[in-house]
């Protein structure tokens, strides 16, 4: 079986932008072929990450940007699951180069999610919720999510100044990531007094709305090694971590579940099908949780990540809080990973259809020891979760080796 291996990543600017959808594609996909071969002469098929059409009434994304990368005739489809439809491109990138059907898959995620403000967004996105109750009954991401947090607080004696430590590691994080849409550290008393928006969650608990793009591309060894992961810049090159030199990235696990829609009929506090997508991909890899080193994580809402580092078998039940912690302070249970190293979607920012893309570009850069300031020491195993819907609605996990 082929490996399928990370052979370019890029990212456009993130966070509110004056360009359309297939101008931020375009930036990113600039970035990932920087040095490289022209798109045309490399890809066989596109898959594009995309929430939803209101943000600019357009559909056929798969066939825009297709065109928007100058290739003609080849297969290209736009694929959704609200915010883990980036992670459904990379899924399905990875399966077809994996299974020989093609050479490279340029999977790509794009989002322009300010067009119409937080309103439009907010509306968009509730379309990600069952519709014959919750959707009437006026619910909301931060709403649904501030269900969770509400019961996660509850069962383990969890406080919104826990819950903030989340927002303010994340915050850090984005502090040195120059790809970040927020790169200023907040305290906890910025989080705490910020304005509730669904109590428990307040401003600095939510990502935010964001425009943005990522592109991978993902292909088989010989491809791949046209390539130089051209993504993360000669700058940061520069800057190489010596103990993380490795030039290859390689999706060892890739899996997808998919659970429930409506939140009354979920364990609030127990993200199953993150716990069995991110199982299957360790047994894929032949790894387990502890040998991870960063992870990136939907944090689309401080308690997620709480609730992700559980799942993934990062942290006993009910201490997934701590991620916010220094490894030697956490409690006993608990593995040595970094979670949100980019800032998560918190700060760096969270650009629906791009996000899943977005959590391998960081990987990339970590794993390939260009993460500048945010390097992780060593790093060499990264899983990715990226969830679409409330929590495990979809969820898809992907573990990346540096080789
Ligand atoms: N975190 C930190 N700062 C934020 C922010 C966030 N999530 N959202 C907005 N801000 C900042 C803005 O930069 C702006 O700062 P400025 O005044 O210094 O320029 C200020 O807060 C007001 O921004 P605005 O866009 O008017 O905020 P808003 O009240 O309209 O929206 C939320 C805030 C939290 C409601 C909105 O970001 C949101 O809906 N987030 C959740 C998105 C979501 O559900 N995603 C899908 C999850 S699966």
């Not at 009437?136 to 069962?155: E, F, K, N, V, W």
């Not at 997808?256 to 991909?281: H, K, P, S, W």
Request: negative net charge; glycine residues 10%; proline residues 3%.
């Amino acid at each position: 079986m082929p490996t399928a291996t990370i052979a370019a990543v890029g990212s456009s600017e993130l966070g509110k932008t004056d360009l359309p959808g297939r101008d931020l594609f375009s930036a990113a996909l600039a970035e990932a072929f920087e040095g490289g071969p022209d798109p045309a002469d490399v890809v066989d098929a596109v898959y594009v990450g995309n929430q939803s059409e209101s943000y600019e009434n357009q559909i056929m994304y798969g066939t825009l940007l297709a065109e928007w990368a100058g290739l003609r005739n080849v297969p290209a489809e736009r694929v959704e699951a609200c915010a883990a439809a980036g992670a459904l491109a990379l899924k399905n990138a990875v399966r077809d180069v994996r299974t020989g059907v093609h050479d490279a898959v340029l999977a790509c995620g794009v989002e322009k999610m300010t067009a119409g403000g937080t309103e439009g967004a907010t509306n968009a996105l509730s379309a990600a919720f069952e519709r014959a109750l919750e959707q009437r009954s006026g619910i909301t991401a931060p709403s649904q999510y501030a269900m969770l947090a509400q019961r996660y607080c509850h069962d383990f004696d969890v406080s919104e100044a826990d819950l903030a430590e989340i927002a303010v590691k994340n915050h850090s994080n984005a502090a040195d990531n120059p790809r970040a849409m927020f790169q200023r550290e907040i305290d906890t008393e910025q989080v705490l007094e910020s304005d509730y928006v669904a109590p428990p969650l307040k401003l600095f608990d939510c990502a935010p709305v964001t425009d943005g793009a990522a592109a991978v591309l993902i292909a088989n060894e010989d491809v791949a090694s046209e390539f130089g992961l051209g993504g993360a810049g000669d700058d940061a090159a520069t800057d190489a971590d010596p103990d993380t030199d490795a030039d290859t990235v390689a999706v060892t696990g890739s899996s997808v579940m998919v659970n429930n829609l409506a939140v009354a009929e979920r364990d609030l506090t127990f993200v199953e099908g993150a716990q069995i997508a991110a199982n299957e991909a360790y047994d894929q890899a032949g790894v387990e949780a502890a040998d991870v080193d960063v992870a990136e994580v939907h944090d689309a809402f401080t308690v997620c990540e709480a609730l992700l580092a559980e799942a993934a078998g990062f942290a006993p039940e009910g201490t997934g809080v701590e991620s916010a912690m220094e490894p030697e302070d956490r409690s006993e249970g608990w593995t040595d990973v970094r979670i949100n190293t980019s800032g998560g979607l918190k700060a760096r920012g969270h650009a629906i259809g791009a996000t899943g893309l977005l959590q391998a570009v960081e990987a990339v850069e970590q794993l390939t020891g260009q993460a500048g300031d945010r390097q992780v020491e060593g790093a060499e195993t990264a899983l990715l979760i990226n969830e679409g819907g409330l929590a495990d609605a979809a969820t898809a996990a992907h573990l990346l080796e540096a080789r």
